[in-house]
């Protein structure tokens, strides 16, 4: 069957989940990424922020290895740059380190005939692509720092915050407070529309008290995926379907069904 590739690659621009997907397997070549319900509904939350059909907040709790680094700081400011190339965009890891790494990745997706053909309008600034920044040629631009990094005189429109506190900071309660401080004093107030801007924080519970408890707790939207369930929670990863975790249920275990056969 013939592939009608000028709609493939239309879906890619409009489909967060779609493009996640393929954009996985462009940054691996010779790899590819087995679906799962946990992905699609992290995917299914952030297409639903951009489009304006949800809060522009999110907070993503998720055990380690479940490629949430991936989906919110390499391939979530890849689309969003190729949708619209002047979007500024604020990522933070708690080092300078896994920042850097995370930015080196996008700009390796930026770069890849996957993208470029999806995204022709979208393209690096030569002149500005260093590891802890690139500007595309449209003015845009990915910003890498440090959570307790400076950000005097930058700004942006978007800011991800990837693992803000390291595992072994987390029964610190001074590099908790940093965090969060360096987050409200510092990130919210780079941002060009507080009330607008998108804002993903995406980490592991690390403590009752770490930087996406306190934000819950304020009542931003969440999305919490334990390792193991320990009760029945719903998860939708359409807008026609969702994922039943049942007690004892690990990520990849989840029972999918049609939103209108719930129970």
């Given at each position: 069957?013939?592939?009608?590739?000028?709609?493939?690659?239309?879906?890619?621009?409009?489909?967060?989940?779609?493009?996640?997907?393929?954009?996985?397997?462009?940054?691996?070549?010779?790899?590819?990424?087995?679906?799962?319900?946990?992905?699609?509904?992290?995917?299914?939350?952030?297409?639903?922020?951009?489009?304006?059909?949800?809060?522009?907040?999110?907070?993503?709790?998720?055990?380690?290895?479940?490629?949430?680094?991936?989906?919110?700081?390499?391939?979530?400011?890849?689309?969003?740059?190729?949708?619209?190339?002047s979007t500024r965009i604020i990522c933070a890891s708690y080092?300078?380190?896994?920042?850097?790494?995370?930015?080196?990745?996008?700009?390796?997706?930026?770069?890849?005939?996957?993208?470029?053909?999806?995204?022709?309008?979208?393209?690096?600034?030569?002149?500005?692509?260093?590891?802890?920044?690139?500007?595309?040629?449209?003015?845009?631009?990915?910003?890498?720092?440090?959570?307790?990094?400076?950000?005097?005189?930058?700004?942006?429109?978007?800011?991800?915050?990837?693992?803000?506190?390291?595992a072994n900071d987390a029964d610190s309660e001074v590099a908790?407070?940093?965090?969060?401080?360096?987050?409200?004093?510092?990130?919210?107030?780079?941002?060009?529309?507080?009330?607008?801007?998108?804002?993903?924080?995406?980490?592991?519970?690390?403590?009752?008290?770490?930087?996406?408890?306190?934000?819950?707790?304020?009542?931003w939207p969440r999305l919490v995926i334990p390792a193991i369930?320990?009760?029945?929670?719903?998860?939708?990863?359409?807008?026609?379907?969702?994922?039943?975790?049942?007690?004892?249920?690990?990520?990849?275990?989840?029972?999918?069904?049609?939103?209108?056969?719930?129970?």
């Amino acid at each position: 069957m013939k592939i009608d590739r000028d709609l493939v690659d239309a879906i890619y621009r409009t489909d967060f989940g779609a493009f996640t997907y393929r954009a996985f397997e462009a940054l691996n070549p010779g790899q590819r990424l087995t679906p799962n319900w946990h992905i699609d509904c992290i995917c299914f939350l952030i297409q639903l922020m951009v489009s304006g059909e949800a809060r522009r907040r999110l907070v993503l709790n998720l055990p380690p290895r479940t490629l949430k680094s991936f989906i919110v700081s390499v391939a979530l400011p890849g689309w969003l740059l190729g949708r619209v190339p002047s979007t500024r965009i604020i990522c933070a890891s708690y080092s300078d380190e896994l920042a850097a790494k995370f930015s080196r990745d996008c700009r390796a997706l930026l770069e890849t005939p996957f993208y470029k053909r999806v995204f022709p309008q979208t393209r690096l600034n030569p002149k500005k692509a260093a590891e802890g920044e690139f500007e595309t040629t449209r003015r845009g631009s990915r910003l890498a720092t440090s959570v307790g990094g400076t950000l005097t005189g930058r700004g942006g429109e978007v800011l991800i915050v990837d693992d803000p506190i390291k595992a072994n900071d987390a029964d610190s309660e001074v590099a908790r407070r940093g965090a969060i401080d360096w987050l409200r004093n510092t990130a919210f107030s780079r941002l060009d529309d507080p009330a607008e801007s998108l804002i993903c924080i995406a980490m592991q519970r690390l403590h009752v008290d770490d930087p996406s408890g306190i934000l819950i707790e304020q009542g931003w939207p969440r999305l919490v995926i334990p390792a193991i369930a320990v009760e029945p929670a719903d998860y939708r990863v359409s807008e026609e379907r969702s994922t039943i975790a049942r007690p004892g249920n690990c990520c990849s275990c989840s029972e999918t069904i049609p939103r209108q056969s719930r129970s």
